[in-house]
C-alpha cells in the first residue's frame, strides 16, 4: 500500500493545485511537503483540512489508498453473490475454508465476516455451517457497537435473515437511530434503504405483516429520488408482495412479475433472476 502523503500529492497535483494552494491556516507548505514525501503525518484534523482543500472525499481517497479495489468486506461479498447467483455451493466452501485458514483469533472483523460466509453458504447449500454461538457472537457485536457505520450497516443487511424475530426487529429499530446522521452519505443511504428493503420482505415472508409496516413507514421516508430504480423496482415487489400475503389476491402477482420485467428491461438480469426465484418460491409455498 502506498503512504497516504503519496496518493495526496498525486490527486494534488492532478488538480494542477501546489502546496501553497493548499497549505492554508494550520499547516505550513514544509509541513505538507513533508507528509507528501512520507517524512511525516498529519493529525486527524489536518488530514481532513487538506482533503477539502482538494475537494477530495475521504471513501474516495480511501478508495485509492486500498490500490482501487473495494474494501474487503464488499470484495467478499461481490464473490459471495458471484456464488449465489451461478449456485456454486463448492466455490463458497473455498472462499470459506480460505477465510478460516488466514484467521487470527484477535482479528474481530474477520471472525464476523466468517460468521456471514457461513450463514450465506448453509443458505446455499442446505447443509449446516454456522451455530447458535456464531449467531449469539454476531448479534453481540451490532448490540455493543454505539455508531453504527458503514460496515455493521451491510453485515447486518446480509444476515438478518437468520435472525430470531424479536432480535432481528430490536436491531433494525436501533440501526435507525445508531446510523440516522449517517444517512446524508449516498453509500450509507442506499444501504440503509436495501436494509431497509430487506427487513420489509422478510417480515412478510414471516407473516409479521404489522412489523413489516415499520419497514414500509421507513421507505416511505427515504424519498427515492428518480435514479434509484432498483430501490423502487424491489420496494414495489415487496409492497405487491404484502397484499398477496395479506388479501391473498392473484392479481398482484402480475405486478411483481412487471417489476421482475422492468429489471430485465435495464438491465439487472441477475437481479430479476433472484426476485423469479423467491416469487416461485412463494408461490409454491401458497399452492
Known amino acids: 500500500m502506498k503512504n497516504f502523503g ?4 498525486t490527486f494534488r497535483e492532478s488538480r494542477g493545485l501546489r502546496l501553497k494552494d493548499v497549505a492554508r491556516s494550520g499547516i505550513s507548505t514544509s509541513q505538507l511537503s513533508r507528509f507528501e514525501k512520507g517524512e511525516t503525518d498529519l493529525t486527524i484534523s489536518k488530514f481532513m483540512f487538506i482533503l477539502d482543500e482538494i475537494k477530495m472525499p475521504i471513501d474516495e481517497f480511501m478508495y485509492a489508498v486500498h490500490d482501487f479495489h473495494r474494501d474487503d468486506l464488499n470484495e467478499l461479498l ?8 451461478s449456485h456454486d455451493v463448492e466455490g463458497l466452501k473455498k472462499l470459506l475454508y480460505s477465510q478460516i ?5 484477535r482479528e474481530k472483523f474477520h471472525q464476523i465476516n466468517i460468521i456471514l460466509l457461513k450463514i450465506r453458504l448453509q443458505d446455499l447449500s442446505g447443509e449446516s455451517y454456522y451455530s447458535e454461538q456464531d449467531l449469539l457472537e454476531l448479534t453481540d457485536y451490532l448490540f455493543g457497537v454505539e455508531y453504527w457505520g458503514y460496515y455493521e450497516l451491510l453485515i447486518f443487511s446480509n444476515t438478518l435473515d437468520v435472525l430470531k424475530h424479536d432480535v432481528f426487529m ?4 436501533e440501526m435507525s437511530r445508531r446510523s440516522d446522521f449517517y444517512k446524508e452519505i449516498p453509500n450509507n443511504r442506499r444501504l440503509i434503504s436495501t436494509m431497509l428493503l430487506n427487513g ?13 409496516l415499520y419497514f414500509e413507514k421507513q421507505l416511505d421516508q427515504c424519498f427515492f429520488i428518480e435514479t434509484e430504480m432498483y430501490e423502487r423496482l424491489v420496494f414495489q415487489y415487496a409492497k405487491n408482495l404484502y397484499r398477496y400475503k395479506k388479501e391473498k389476491d392473484n392479481k398482484v402477482i402480475i405486478e ?3 417489476c421482475i420485467a422492468a429489471m ?3 438491465g439487472s438480469n441477475h437481479i430479476a433472476k433472484t426476485y423469479e426465484g423467491h416469487l416461485d418460491k412463494i408461490l409454491r409455498e401458497n399452492s
Open 6 to 9: 503519496e496518493i495526496f500529492r
Open 78 to 85: 461481490s464473490k459471495v453473490r458471484q456464488f449465489v447467483s
Open 170 to 173: 430490536i436491531l433494525a429499530r
Open 256 to 258: 411483481m412479475k412487471k
Open 264 to 266: 430485465k428491461l435495464v
Open 200 to 212: 420489509y420482505i422478510t417480515c412478510i415472508e414471516r407473516g409479521a405483516l404489522l412489523d413489516a
Open 101 to 105: 485458514e488466514s484467521h487470527s483469533e
